[in-house]
């Protein structure tokens, strides 16, 4: 078993194109349910899981995701939500003040949300379907909130994305673990250290051609002044502030 | 395979109580490293890992962690950070501006930074390691960055103790999946609900003794009063944004 494990860790990849053929809904469920023994806060199980699979639901969701052709072309789409919605009435059944509506509650039910989301990943993998996180999620939050009906407490943190594969998926590269393990302290880099990390990345052939497409000198301008610019994400973190904290966290 | 896969994530428990047996650095190495296939944003993969191995440092790490046993209990104490230094700096070093010091580039080197340390925490378990998650990185990140030299832009998320398991853990009760799983649209709570969602929690003899033990009415009051008060989350999370702001990141 060993082996494989280790083969499956190292080679998995993301998946963003998939086969008409259906995924049973109930696998879909007994894949969540698993992941739910995953670690959490306080045994208090700070997230939700709503799964989309109609094609009309996936069809309204796909703008929230900018139309990323992985929203309507998967089986299901599984929104993971930071949640103390059901903690908060328990609390108030239990005539007592659940004291949630501020930032570390939020971190901790981002934080649960994510190890629950990522353990269905690894599940949903292992049994051989194609998975993709939608990062556009913490972007469109209250789009998505608002179609999925979340009430207070409950914040959209990440998707997933889940069908069969279509056809084998490129794999990504990493970078050393050199550049992100480090012992006792915090070694911090060097010039030269930082050209020797992103050197491998930079000159996959597949980086050149984002660089030439994009008219740009090298790939980390790509990454800052296409992918993730600083005007875009000034604009979706006021978005996302703004709606966590209509949702009732006091940030 | 399957059978003995589905078998470990259900039955899989936090480990607090080691052995003095010691685990190999090289392991808990290679286990990061495989680890770092995990998805994440952009293949930008925002976090750092740092391992503390040594006597003298974990004694000084416990106190952020309020003493807890497992932090001078374990071979190993690994800091999972949300970390914007590296691409930051390979962004200065490419001549354009990062532009990370937002909420949403914050949000994402969390999810990042969550999504590794789960993959950590399944390979390590399924190797047989015993591992338990601390909360309490978030409560005292200020105190865990000035340990573990932690440049701008790096940011305590969570930890993982690692030892060899010392005996059986007590598995955890979950929640119903049906709490947690929803069809299309959130499906809200009544009153009956909620009480029917906790009663097999409130029902256990571990549970029972919690409430007596802190003179409580109910498991509801334990939490929201004892474990997890409205005047602590305040406290910690006026404390943590300070510290993710002073990291640079403006929230």
Same sequence: chains 1, 2.
Wanted: glycine fraction near 6%; charge should be negative; include cysteine.
């Amino acid at each position: 078993m060993e082996t494989s494990i280790n083969e499956y860790f190292s080679r998995r990849r993301t998946v963003r194109r998939y086969s008409a053929k259906p995924v049973d809904a109930a696998l879909v469920r007994n894949l969540l349910a698993l992941a739910a023994h995953a670690p959490n806060t306080g045994n208090m199980q700070l997230y939700s899981a709503v799964v989309t699979s109609s094609p009309e639901m996936k069809r309204l969701l796909a703008p929230a995701h900018f139309n990323q052709p992985q929203v309507e072309g998967a089986a299901h789409v599984v929104t993971f939500c930071a949640d103390y919605r059901r903690y908060s009435l328990w609390c108030e059944e239990s005539g007592t003040d659940p004291g949630c509506d501020n930032f570390q509650s939020f971190m901790a039910a981002v934080i649960d949300t994510c190890l629950f989301a990522q353990q269905f990943n690894t599940l949903a993998e292992m049994d051989g379907l194609g998975c993709c996180y939608l990062g556009t999620t913490t972007y469109n939050a209250e789009e998505i909130g608002q179609l999925l009906s979340l009430p207070e407490l409950v914040v959209p943190v990440t998707t997933i994305t889940v069908g069969w594969p279509d056809g084998e998926a490129p794999e990504s590269d990493r970078l050393s673990p050199d550049a992100i393990i480090m012992d006792e302290k915090y070694q911090d880099f060097s010039g030269e250290d930082i050209k020797a990390i992103y050197s491998y990345k930079e000159s996959l052939a597949e980086n050149h051609r984002f660089v030439e497409e994009n008219g740009k000198k090298n790939l980390a301008q790509v990454y800052a002044e296409v992918r993730y610019p600083r005007t875009s994400a000034k604009i979706f973190s006021e978005k996302y502030l703004a709606y966590v904290r209509k949702q009732g966290f006091a940030i």
